[in-house]
């Protein structure tokens, strides 16, 4: 008995009980860890449908599989509030759109605390599905905001003509070819694409000042498409605390009432991992299109030319 005894660090006389008799005490250690908190990671450009991974771009997150796996993490029993993570330079409206309706809605069924933690970069869309967060913390560099509308419309009407290429077309309405990328736009397309862009820019803004308790004004001043740094944003109250994903964690404990000295396991919504051959393509097409783009290396600076031809 001595021996076991300072084996296990409990002296040379450790307590000894009697296994055949009731306890008299509860168990100080319990068999399994609870899971109290979810991490949601929303991580890549936004689009609609289900997540995936493009061969120039890199995993992409899908407003589909999102969405499911936010549903997953707030209807948990078990969990007690849930902590999204967001890494995404924006993408599709739609999308985003998507998520931030199934955030709210499930936060308002489940009344669970949704805090966020903004990775290198959440703007425009990344920015959007976070403001449904009881509260936003964010790195001291997060590229944060970015609140605006960027519509490209291509066209190879030019091109076409160019090379000799002839179109028939079966319109049924004036704009029946808005979306088209065999025709340019008419001024009067134009106008009306610029009246839609322009109202859904402001319904963004409005969605800003709504989400963070803000004036219209106050929030037209700091959005415009510009992107602001952790500390800026907080200045602007876009955010609430600097801090990395351990704080939002802990503010996400300490809002559900779990107790600090409480070890618990986080329940962790992850992206699938890609294959190896995804990978590999993956590499193989992002050298191959920076080589050809003449994009620069990382930190070096780029310049843009007035005109077509250099000096």
Avoid: C
């Amino acid at each position: 008995m001595r021996l076991v005894g300072q084996l296990a660090g409990l002296g040379s006389r450790p307590r000894a009980i009697q296994l055949l008799k009731p306890a008299s005490q509860p168990a100080r250690r319990e068999w399994t860890v609870p899971t109290r908190i979810a991490v949601v990671y929303a991580s890549g450009a936004i689009e609609t449908g289900p997540s995936g991974n493009d061969l120039l771009l890199g995993p992409y997150m899908g407003a589909e599989t999102i969405s499911r796996r936010i549903d997953r993490a707030f209807q948990n029993h078990d969990v007690q509030a849930v902590v999204l993570r967001v890494e995404s330079p924006g993408g599709s409206s739609l999308g985003s759109d998507f998520i931030h309706h199934a955030t709210v809605r499930m936060k308002r069924d489940t009344q669970k605390p949704l805090i966020v933690s903004m990775g290198g970069a959440a703007a425009s869309g990344g920015y959007q599905i976070s403001l449904p967060g009881d509260r936003i913390f964010a790195d001291r560099f997060t590229r944060t905001g970015s609140i605006g509308v960027l519509y490209i419309k291509p066209s190879f009407e030019g091109w076409y003509a160019k090379h000799g290429v002839k179109q028939d077309d079966f319109e049924r309405g004036s704009y029946m070819r808005g979306l088209s990328q065999n025709r340019d736009w008419d001024a009067e397309m134009q106008a009306s694409a610029d009246s839609s862009i322009y109202q859904e820019y402001r319904e963004f803004v409005s969605l800003v000042a709504d989400s963070r308790n803000l004036p219209f004004d106050q929030v037209e001043q700091v959005a415009q498409g510009r992107v602001w740094l952790g500390g800026e944003a907080l200045d602007k109250k876009l955010v609430d605390q600097i801090g990395g994903l351990e704080d939002a964690i802990a503010e996400a404990r300490r809002r559900a009432g779990i107790p600090a000295g409480e070890k618990i396991r986080l329940a962790e919504y992850r992206r699938p991992p890609l294959s190896f051959a995804e990978r590999v393509l993956g590499s193989f097409a992002s050298n191959a299109f920076q080589r050809a783009a003449h994009l620069p290396d990382f930190g070096e600076a780029l310049y843009w030319m007035d005109d077509d031809e250099a000096p």
